[in-house]
């Protein structure tokens, strides 16, 4: 059999749906495809969003044409494996790329290279993938094809002639780029006699057949019956069915080397088989494993807790609903003297946290107080303990911590260079060390090292919105380096809240502080009598606000007239109050909690 298995990948918007479903098109898929997506558990959000948030392979039939000179006429299967395009889910991104052995790299023709444009063909060279650039969106008019193609060479190193050039809007190129497939991606190594190593790039829970696996085959052949172990941990689990996808999961004889596929073996815990991890035979086991694998760990936390303290079970059980399709959500209960009981829940990122929190409030119908998103600081103590946390309500104090440490990401930024001054003061703020500057004809590269924390809040938007729209972003975590750290405490009437605690570095706790409690004073509702809201160090007070006083006049002056207008500020009311937790005898709204993020 012939086979190519590759994947598209590209900067957010630069056209891989749209010339995924063209490809799907004209290869006779679609009609499958359009039904899959009612009959498969395709999330919502995501077509909303417009980001891919699970990978979904297909397998797609390529005849190729019968050429004049006799050649051609073959027929060809190709597994599309569609990547994650955030960086939240760049361990999953890199992972389906290791079940390729090439890529169809796109670039905007309007547009060029972008951050993810660059950190994706990192990926893919770092998997040693066959690169196909494809210059995309042709068609319009601002379109620089050759401009574009250059970029690819100067930047990334890809030779500009080799470009394709495409349009998923009216089908041009696309032939070119199914011979493209064929002519410069390797077909799949390995013996299929070979013991089995098969490599995890996604799966899913069904509630059925367990977990399923979406396997990559690199060497042996799995059949039903046969005895399979995970590699990482040495469970074993005897094979109840393998398939492929076309697109609907439809069951398969055997998959062997070079196959994609999938597999389900009555597994019940999606922990004991995770992305990245290699499946073998337990009876004849590979001596040479997938290398690199590591559970994809969370790195942002928050609490979640339901307004309503009657809706707690209706949370555990949602959460442990999620994360049956999840492994990478954690989560545990905590108590907070000002929400209650809730759930401390770890996430990949800000995204997968607002995805996770929607899919709640929408799926399983929870109103949620969210707390401030935090990342995991790493502590020894004056006793030489070490400690990690990303909780500030178990923040040690000043006295009992000898050394504190936070994570660090490398970001990389692609700008117009007329927006580059700004851009330098942002991150300057954001407590940034430049690594290098790079020209790209008239756009610039910049590489810095910046604290995970910098970046968790409103900076996207902050870079967006400084650069008008143009720079674009992508980074990686890239370890631990010391800082100096401080928990900024919240007084609401002169009780401390704990649940609006936050970490932050020295340097910006009274800027943050100021801004924390001017933005609650604005949004707690105004009281019969004035609110003192107050941020601490310490015990010390740094910075203070009161929520006014509630005059009678300001609602009476809506009675007058305007009936809509009044029931509108009514139904606000009452959507306003299903976020709001009682602290003492002032109601907080769930903005308050989220203070810290807020851009103005
Ligand atoms: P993705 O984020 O890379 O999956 O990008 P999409 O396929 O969702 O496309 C982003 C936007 O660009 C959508 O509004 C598409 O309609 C549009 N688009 C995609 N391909 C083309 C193209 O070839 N030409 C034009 N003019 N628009 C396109
Ligand atoms: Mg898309």
Known sequence: MLVRNFSIIAHVDHGKSTLADRILEKLGAMGERDKRDQTLDTLELERERGITIKSTPVRLTYHRPLREDGTGGEVYTFNLIDTPGHVDFNYEVSRSLAACEGVLLLVDASQGVEAQTIVNAYLA???????????????????????????????????????????????????????????????????????????????????????????????????????????????????????????GLIVAEELSAGSVGWIAAGIKDIHDAQVGDTITSKDQPTTDPFPGFKPAQPVVFSGLYPTDTEDYRKLREALERLKLNDAAFVFEPETSEALGFGFRCGFLGLLHAEIIQERLEREYDLDLIATAPAVVYRLTLTNGETFETQNPAEFPTRDRIETMEEPYIKLSIMLPEEFVGPVMQLLQERRGAMITMNYVGKRVELLYEVPFAEILYDFHDRLKSISRGYASMDYEQIGYREGDLVK?????????????????????????????????????????????????????????????????????????????????????????????????????????????????
């Open 125 to 247: 060279i770092d998997n040693n993938l066959e690169i196909v650039p494809v210059v995309n969106k042709i068609d319009l008019p601002a379109a620089d094809p050759q401009g574009a193609a250059q970029e690819l060479e100067d930047v990334i190193g890809i030779p500009a002639e080799d470009a394709v050039f495409a349009s998923g809007k009216t089908g041009e190129g696309v032939e070119q780029i199914l011979e493209a497939i064929v002519e410069r991606i390797p077909p799949p190594p390995g013996d299929p006699q070979a013991p089995l190593k098969a490599l995890i790039f996604d799966s899913f829970y069904d509630a059925y057949q367990g977990v399923i696996l979406f396997v990559r085959v690199l060497e042996g052949t799995v059949r039903a019956k046969d005895r399979m172990m995970t590699y990482s941990n040495g469970k074993s689990f005897e094979v109840d069915k393998v398939g492929t996808f076309t697109p």
């Open 488 to 600: 900024v405490d919240i007084m609401v009437q002169g009780e401390t809240v704990d649940a609006l605690a936050v970490i932050v570095h020295r340097d910006k706790a009274y800027s943050l502080g100021r801004k924390i409690v001017d933005k609650m004073a604005e949004v707690i509702p105004r009281q019969l009598f004035p609110v003192p809201v107050q941020a601490t160090i310490g015990g010390k007070i740094i910075a203070r606000a009161t929520v006014k006083a509630y005059r009678k006049d300001v609602l009476a002056k809506c009675y007058g007239g305007d009936i809509s207008r009044k029931k509108k500020l009514l139904e606000k009311q009452k959507k306003g109050r299903a976020r709001m937790k009682n602290i003492g005898t002032v109601e907080v709204p769930q903005e308050a909690f989220l203070a810290v993020l807020s851009t103005d």
